[in-house]
């Protein structure tokens, strides 16, 4: 099984490189973020034009937005509605041979690190809070990936020291994401197939002029899984390319193969 996770940064803005992405990596399981898009005008009939006519959609109008296609069919769908939000930020699929497969699309946090003072960071805080404590229970070999606006390791970043105090790599959350781990003893498959020290990103800002060339990037999307599907991952790469291709996503997607 080969799955790709990608925060997309609207869906039917950017059908043709979904289409590109598609066509030259063949995923079996795509799971996108950011989607931007209810449920009723999700363009459903370019994923079965597409070969994936499975698909589990959780939108809403203008932002946020989660969704899983498939090749095959799934066992069952479900999501929840964490910190009581009404905010579609993720949704789960159950594979016939098992698996549960989760995509998240945590909250970025604004702008300000500070909880008291920042309601969207405390809101972040307390996603991740509540997804340490879900962790805890979880019983099914589970998959979780997507968008999780952290960056846990300094070598995850492109200065370490200069995004202390920046969104995404303040000790406050990168402590948490790794509270996160533990809760489940969670695998990191990007960091199985590349240790660190070695520098891993898969977020680069619309902002820099030549995003490549200044390589100012950040790992913000994972893939992870239960230890008991650790022997199951076969392969992984950041497609930093798609990252360069036409009106882009300022996310590159993330691929694992799976031997399941």
């Known amino acids: 099984m080969r799955l790709i996770t990608w925060n997309i940064n609207s869906v039917r803005a950017r059908l043709n490189i979904v289409e590109q992405l598609i066509k030259e990596y063949n995923p079996d399981v795509l799971c996108l973020q950011e989607t931007k898009v209810q449920d009723h005008m999700f363009p459903t009939s370019f994923f079965e034009d597409m070969g ?69 960071f405390a809101h972040k805080l307390k996603f991740i809070d509540e997804m340490t404590e879900w962790s805890k229970k979880i019983e099914d070999p589970s998959i979780l990936v997507g968008d999780l606006n952290i960056a846990p390791y300094e070598d995850d970043v ?71 599907l650790k022997a199951n991952t076969k392969h992984m790469e950041v497609i930093r390319d798609a990252r360069g291709w036409e009106k882009p996503s300022d996310h590159a997607p993330v691929l694992v193969d799976f031997d399941l």
């Open 158 to 228: 492109w200065n370490h020291k200069q995004l202390l105090k920046v969104v995404s790599h303040t000790p406050i959350e990168t402590d948490a994401m790794l509270e996160l781990m533990k809760a489940h003893n969670w695998v990191d498959v990007m960091r199985e197939f590349t240790p660190l020290p070695e520098r891993l990103y898969s977020w680069w800002s619309y902002r820099a002029r030549d995003w490549s060339k200044a390589d100012k990037g950040r790992r913000l999307d994972h893939i992870w899984t239960s230890q008991s």
């Open 52 to 120: 994936m006519p499975h698909m589990a959609i959780r939108g809403q109008k203008s932002h946020h937005g989660v969704a899983t296609l498939s090749k095959q069919p799934f066992e069952s769908q479900d999501y929840t509605d964490w910190c009581d939000m009404g905010d579609a930020r993720h949704i789960s699929i159950k594979l016939t041979s098992g698996q549960v497969i989760h995509n998240f699309y945590v909250p970025a946090g604004g702008d300000e690190p500070n909880p008291e003072t920042n309601d969207k």
